[in-house]
Structures are given as C-alpha cells and as structure tokens.
C-alpha cells in the first residue's frame, strides 16, 4: 500500500539474538537466515524460545543483545510499527480480527491511512480488485464472529498481503484448522512464497507440515539453536531428537478388553446454537463403558454446544438424555450420584474459578463432601491440602505453590489440574472437549495416556476434538458432526481420514 | 382561535405531541450512551450530567439572553463531565458502573448547588417550528409545535449510524468497543478514544438536559428530571446500541410517557397514576421480551462491562 514497502518477498535476518528476562535466558545467542522467498519453519517444544525469537523479531521484545537485518541492512525494532513499516507482519495463533466488524471492515480498518470519510463502493471496489490477486477467497460482508475458524485464519493472512507486508510470521497457523483447511492454507502460502511474493516463517510443533510445505527448518530448545537445514536433508528423527533431546517415548497404549454396557444415551436432543440462528440435533447417540467414542468435526459445527448441553451450561428445547437408564437433567447431584465427570475445552473459564487458588480449584469435586458421602458443611482445610498435594504430584502439576492462582499457571498445566480433578476418584463416565489444545508434545502425551488408562478401567469416555489425528489415535468408535447434525459414524478398524474429512466437510 | 371538540382524536394526537416532546432528552441522552457504549464503556452518570446540563444551560441562557447559548453551555459542562468519567476510568481496576453512580450523584449535588439562584428567573425557551399550519384545528397545530432540537436529535441518530459504517472516527470506535487488543494491534489507544467517546457522550446528555430547562417543562428546578437519563442507558440496550433504533425507542418512550396526561386531557382520571408509570413499565416489558436465555446478546459491544 505504502510506496516505501518493498513489492517483492524479503530477506530477514537474526544475528546473535539474546534474550534475557532477569536471570532467565530465553533466547541464548540465536543466529537464523530466511531468505526472501523462503518458507522457514521454526519447530520447538512450548518454552523452547520460538515466541520469544518472533517477538524480538517484531519488536515486541528489545533483545538483551544481537541484532537484525533486512534485505541486508541493519534494522532497529523499536516497537511492531518499525517492523511494520519494513513490512514486516504476523499473524497470531489468537485472532486479532474485530468480531462484529465485516471482512471488509476490518481489512479497512486495519490500514495506516483510513481516510476520514470512507467511500465504501471505491473501497469495495478496490478490495475486489485486490482479492482478485489472492489465491483464496474470504466472505468480506460478513462479521468475522459468523466465519468459520479456517476463513478467519485465511482473512488474517490476506490482511497481512493487504498491508502490503512481505515478510509473513503464522504462529501456528494450523492449530484451529481441519487437515484439509490446513492444506489449502498451506498450500497457497507455499504457492507465494515459490512465486517469490512472500517470505514466511512458520511456528509449528507438527512435522507433517514442515517436511509437506517448509523449505527450511530451524529448531529451538531451551532457548538455544540446536539444528535446522533444507527439509529433506534432515530426517523427522533427526528434527525430533533435536526438538526433544532424545527420540520420543512413544507411549505403548494398550487397549485392554473391556465390557461395554450402554451408559449415556441420547435421544432426539435438540438446541439453538449460540447465535441463535441455527439449531442442534442429534438423534441418537449411546456411548459405552469402557470405550472411547470420538466426535470429528470442523470447529462451530455444532460440538461446542453439545458440550454446553452435557455440562448443563445450554438449555435443550426438545429430545432426552438418559444417564445409566435415568433421566439426566445435567445437575451436578446427578452427575455426582452417576459418577458423571467433565474437561471441558478451555478450562480455565469453562472448568475453573481463575482467581481462587489451585488447591481450592482441585477440591471442586469434594470439598462439600464428607465422610461416608454425605454433604459437610464445614471446610475441611486439611482434606482440601491433601487432595491437592496428591494431585498435583500424580498429575505433574507444576505451580509455584497449591496456594497460587490456577490463572497463573500455563495452559497445559490448568488442563492436567482439571483432568486430574476429574479424574480423582471413581468415574464412570467422563465427556472431554479437546483435551489437548495448545499443550505441547509430552502433555499431550500425558493426556493421551490417562484417558486410555481410564478407558481400560471400564470409563466411558465421549471424547470431542477438532484434531482428527487425536480422534483417530484414541476413539474405539468415531462419529462426525456437522451443521449440528451426525453425520456419520464407523468403528475404528474401518475408519479412514480422507472419508471422515469429506463428511466434516459436509458432502458425505 | 378557539380549541375544537374533536373527540377521542384527542388522545392520539396528544400523545403524538407528546412523545415528540418528551422524547428529545430521550434521543440525546440515548444516543450519547449509544456512542459512549459502542466505545466499551458505560456511563451511567448521564442523569447527573443531564441534570447539570439543565442548571447550566438554563442559567447561561437567563444571563446572556440567548438559548442557544445555553444549548452550547449546557453541551460543553456536559463535555466536561464525560471527561472527567472518562479520565477516571482509565486507571487501572477503575469500575465504570461505580464511577458513573459517583458522577450521577456528584453532578446531580453540584447543579442544586449552584442552581439555587436561578429557580426564580425567567430565561428565553428555545424555538419551535410549527408544522400544523396546514390545519384548523388548534390541538393539531399544538401537536405538531416540533422544537428545533428534536429535529437535530432525528439528524444525528442518522448522521451517527452513517458515521459507525462509513468513517474512520465510527469504525475506531466500533474497533475499540469490540476488542482492546484488536485495537491495540492496530495502533489505536483504546483509553483516548473511550475518553473521546465518553466526553461527546456526555456533551449530548448536557444537550439533553437543556432542552428540559429551556423547552418542556421549560424551566430550572430541582425535580426537573425523573430519570432520563438513567432509562436512557436501558433504551440503549433496547435499541441494540443502533443510533436509528436509539430514535424510535426515545419516540416510544416518549408517547407512553405522554399516554396519562392525554388520557387526563379527555377526563380520565381512574388509575391515572399508574399510566405515568407507563414508560418503565414498558421498559421492564420491553427488555424481558427481548431477552433470550440462549442467545448472546446480538449487536452488544464486547468490551463493554455489561457484556463481559
């Protein structure tokens, strides 16, 4: 847009970059090159120093030392508008889009140079013009808060390409993306990055997207460059020792033998979803002891307020749940009485008190229980320390303190704090909502492992995700959602990603 | 000329008249909560600066003889007021809804104050533009005594919708009241603007105010609001923080508070009382209706307190 933007990709260059945040290092003495038309993917464990590396990039960050070049020249990054005007843009893993404001409002309004009256015919007209030359479309009459996740992802890339920058940072990009949309996003950014428009450096945990669309690879632990090269010379073992310190442990699952009795049905259930405009409706599900039933979809088809209707936080307008053959009205004396336990997804707000402390949160389950199962009317301090202290240490909860905020702890360790408390006890039926959403590789491991330890010990677990390779990893039986509706439903040992991802598509 | 019996007519007529005059503090009010709201923050300490707006405006009007004048004196302490809200909340762990009841308090204690001296005098009333001149009947020709600043209340809920679509001051403050981070990514400083939005908020609640000292009832004096300013923020919500919908909530505001006097007009006198009540009642009925236990509230800004 701006005449002193550079029209083609760029070349951005970090030379000696320290990072220092009191006595903790978190960026040691980082040198990397991406050159102009290159797509960089920078791979790292969470705390491996990737945020930090972008951040000083962007000058969000003043690196304690070391410096950066662009196109060669020395550049001071001041604050993100000098990176701004060098064109110079980020897209982050939580959308900066303006939810009420249209598409085409909000790539407007994002400009430098908003003219005080807006002509809205000469800018749609222009816009048009403009999204002639993007590989992908974006609904831009619609407020961002009814697109999809992949369209708001796609609209914050062509925002970037709107600003005229040159130089792409995604963190993460793909994380609230089905694998499709993850291809096709991918795919175009690669496209303009070989016709030598853009650079791009990419966060990313997950190896299929570098060695599918990455040219060059750089790899951070603990603050530290510890590998990188052309993709295709360096192997996944390699990038992974590298990432890891040594190979992974991949866990040895097994799924054990188990009876399956009917536990939680549903029947007919129907809702208006949260803008009130659509409506859920699913007519029959059972799920199982001791299996794990896996719900696909494409995030806002339907699973958040399926949730909501198990949790009782969203009101039925028709249809029953059956819980071991009673009615269920989602209270929490029935769920308590049917052993009935929840994680949902983005505990932090949907599970926890944020400002209460850990030990408090994780006493949730029993703090107004007392012996024999009858209900106490006075706090047990004692026992609430205790269940704290076991938890905390079975389920690597690392705090400072169980008497600190659980909203001062990172996000992986809320989720393994409210999986812990769930899972404290006995449980007959668990209902999880993307159990491992924004954690790194060993929590999710984790995760992963308990639910099938649960599962083996007779749990029934219904398990919703938005990452298929999660539902394909654990599910004994998979259904997908879309539009509100089951789409489809196959046992494990025929199911397949390319026919599950048609039916999350929605043409079956 | 001689009233004409004309009936039940009366009744429509005189609430028609009516809601034209008792909705112009209705639009102001609501549409300077509508602009402060639609920047994330809520002033609920309007009825304090439209009680202020009322002394000042009524005061400066009675000492330079010109009630325009006083619209302007009245629009500037309103200014002020908004300001000084909206430099308050910007300190960090500032509530908003405490603030506004303080400033609704404060402005309300300040204008009794120094509007002491001013409850006697006679100051200029503000025009009126008669659009009944086409008939005979001297109840239609009072009805349709439209003063100047209804008109100018009507042309700012449609300048004000034109300027949330079309212009930069509109989209800055949709983006503010949307999304603080989304508005610092772009470069905006969400506290001048809310500061800005709150102050001209506040400059149409001290318009407001003027009209009920120089216009209806057309003059100063202590009981002089019965909480404009207050249902001005529900009509707000009602009207789903849309300039154009503000205008028609304040005209419907305005005709059920006119329906006892007109019922009076033509000799109803049972349970007169409770149709002065009419206007919160029907806020009371209005925003129940709207309501909905299982859809987000469309078109509330993000930011705002109400919302979070």
Known sequence: ??????????????????????????????????????????LGENGAGKSTLVKCIMGFYHATSGEMLVEGFDAQMTDPKAAQELGLGMVYQHFTLVPSLTGAENLVISRADVPAVIDWRAERARLDAFMQTMPFSVPLDQPVSRMAAGEKQKLEIVKQLYLGNRFLILDEPTSVLTPAEADEVLGYVRAMTRAGEITVLMITHKFREVTAFADEVSILRRGQYVGGGKVGEISIEEMSRAMMGAAPEVSERNRAETVKTPVLTLKGVKAVDSSGLKTIEIDAVTLHSGEILGIAGISGNGQMELMEILTGQRRLTGGEIRLNGQP??????????????????????????????????LAFRMFDEGPGGRSAFWKDGRAIARNATALIEAFKVKTASPAARIASLSGGNVQRAVLGRELSGEVDALIVSNPCFGLDFSAVSAIRDRLIEARNTGTAILLISEDLDEIMELSDRILVMSEGRVSFETPIETANVTELGQHMAGHG | MDPVDIGLWGVPLAILGGAIRVSTPFIFVSLGECLTERSGRINLGLEGTLVFGAMSGYAMAYETGSPFIGVLAAAVAGMLFGLF?????????????AVGIAMMLFGMGLAFFLGKPYIQPVAPDLPAIGFGWWSDIPQVRAALQVNVLFIAGGILALVMAWMFRSTRVGLVVRVVGDSTDAARAIGLNPDVVRLLATGAGGALAGVGGAYLSLYYPGSWSEGISSGQGLMAVALVIFARWNPINCFWAALLFGGAGALG???????????YYLFFAAPYVLTLGLLILTSSPDRAMQGAPLALSLTK
Not at chain 1, 9 to 27: N, P, R, S, Y
Not at chain 1, 354 to 359: E, H, K, N, Q
Not at chain 2, 85 to 97: A, L, M, P, Q
Request: glycine fraction near 8%.
């Open chain 1, 328 to 361: 269920f009205g989602m209270t929490r004396a029935e769920a308590r009485a049917h052993k009935l336990r929840y994680l949902p997804e983005e505990p932090l707000r949907n599970a926890c008190a944020p400002r209460m402390s850990v030990a408090e949160n």
């Open chain 2, 85 to 97: 809200h909206g430099w308050i909340c910007k300190f960090e762990g500032v509530n908003d809804i």
């Open chain 1, 1 to 42: 847009m701006t005449g002193r933007k550079p029209r083609g990709a760029i070349t951005v260059e970090a030379v000696h970059m320290t990072m220092k945040f009191g006595d903790f290092t978190a960026l040691d003495d980082v040198s990397i090159k991406i050159r102009a038309g290159s797509f960089h993917a920078l």
């Open chain 2, 261 to 271: 006097p007109a019922l009076q007009s033509v000799g109803v006198s049972e349970g």
